[in-house]
Every structure is written in C-alpha cells, then in structure tokens.
C-alpha cells in the first residue's frame, strides 16, 4: 500500500475474479532503438537473466491463469529476421503472432489492431515490450477494470517531489494528484478501433491519450516493479529484481 495521502483523482480498486467472463487479446509494442542504452541492439533484444527483455515480457501475458486468447507482438520492419534468429537461438515458444510496425507508436498499435479484425469483442491490453517485470496481478487487475468500464490504465504515484515549468522558473505540483502512467493500458475492443479510426494527433504519448476524447480512463494501482527498460540502470535493477 502507499503511504502518500492523496485526495484526486483515486485508484480504483476492482475484485479479481478466477473466471474470465470475456475475450482478452494482447498487443506488446516492441520498437526500440537502444539509442539511450549505448547498446549495439535494440533493447528489448538485450539479455536479461540470460534470454531476451522480450521473452520475459511475452511470458507475462502467456500465463494460463490469464487466459489471454492471442498474443501479437508488433516490430519494426527491420527487426523481424532477427527476433526470428532469438527465438530459435534462445527456444522461446511462447505462441504470438508478429506483426510489422509503423513509422510512430500509433501507427504500430493500429497495425497490431488490424490483425485482430476476426474478433468481435473483449478486451484488449497494450502493453511496453520492454517492461518485462509486470506482475499477473496487474495485468488481471487491469484486464477486469476495462471489462468494468471500457478503460483503464495502470499508474503509480510519483514518489519524488514535483515541479512544472514557467516563464518565470519552477513552481510546486501536489503529487497527491499526478500519476506515472505504466502499461498494460486494457481497453474495449470496440472502443480501441473507434479510437484509432481518428486522426493522428502530436499529443498522443500512450493509448489512454487517443482514448481519452471517447472515454474516461480509469485508473488501475500499478506497481513501481513495473519497470521500463530505458537506460543501463533500469536493466541492472531489473536483473536484481529477478534474482530467487
């Protein structure tokens, strides 16, 4: 539990059921370039306790206890060979279906999009390939808050002060009412096409802000465990959290 006071906007606390009454699909958007990492690879292909960053976070949505339908993983273009040279080289047999990915974020999520189009409904979690710590809880907290209510989004409180920008300098935010959004962001199935059938708009950062305009985003309490694999010291961290 945290231990900050916060009055907006709050958690929503939902009950996790055994049964999974509806459909669940999954699309893990992998397209980075390593470029903050200094690495020679892109860093979902990095080794993280001795298979790739991938792997793990595939292996997080095959968990039967999850029931997750189909699994797509989006990639760049140029990316697609080699995750095909991992998968044999490491043995990963987690079933997915890869599909190419587009010049944005957006692009590529519509691309996992348009492969589900046989499926009529349920939910739909999009998730960060390189956050390959999320724990089940999370994912099927998140999984039932969008079955709920259409969307819903993990997110933690920040835990270091805050300050935004002005003309003037800095002034203090109340972190009581911010939140480090994470993923999976779980949505709709029909809302999601919906979303995505508008525009591509700069300020799109995440799915919950093509979302947003259609629908309010719930929010589900995330877990500070649930690391994005960006620099050299996130990779570390994760290695430790791994460790039995």
Wanted: net charge negative; with cysteine; glycine share 6%.
């Amino acid at each position: 539990m945290f231990t900050d006071s916060y009055d907006f906007p709050p958690f929503h606390t939902y009950r996790v059921s055994s049964s999974t009454p509806f459909s669940r699909f999954a699309i893990i958007v992998a397209g980075g370039t390593g470029t903050r990492m200094g690495a020679d690879r892109p860093k979902q292909f990095l080794e993280l306790a001795g298979e790739p960053v991938l792997a793990h976070t595939l292996r997080r949505f095959s968990d039967p206890g999850l029931d997750v339908q189909e699994l797509v993983l989006v990639l760049p273009s140029d990316q697609l060979a080699t995750w095909q040279i991992l998968c044999e080289q490491y043995g990963i047999t987690v079933p997915h279906t890869v599909v190419k990915g587009g010049a944005t974020r957006w692009a590529s999520v519509r691309n996992g999009l348009a492969h589900l189009t046989a499926q009529t409904s349920g939910v739909v979690a999009v998730h960060d390939g390189v956050r390959p710590l999320t724990p089940h809880a999370i994912i099927e907290a998140t999984y039932q808050a969008a079955y709920n209510h259409g969307a819903a989004v993990a997110a933690v409180v920040p835990k270091d002060s805050v300050r935004g920008l002005n003309q003037q300098g800095s002034y203090a935010l109340n972190r009581s009412r911010l939140r480090l959004v994470q993923t999976p962001q779980c949505f709709d199935l029909a809302l999601l096409r919906r979303a995505y059938q508008l525009p591509e708009l700069t300020t799109f950062t995440d799915d919950a802000s093509v979302v947003e305009d259609l629908h309010p985003i719930h929010l589900v309490e995330g877990d500070y465990r649930n690391l994005k694999i960006t620099t050299p010291e996130d990779l570390l961290l994760a290695e430790a959290l791994l460790r039995p």
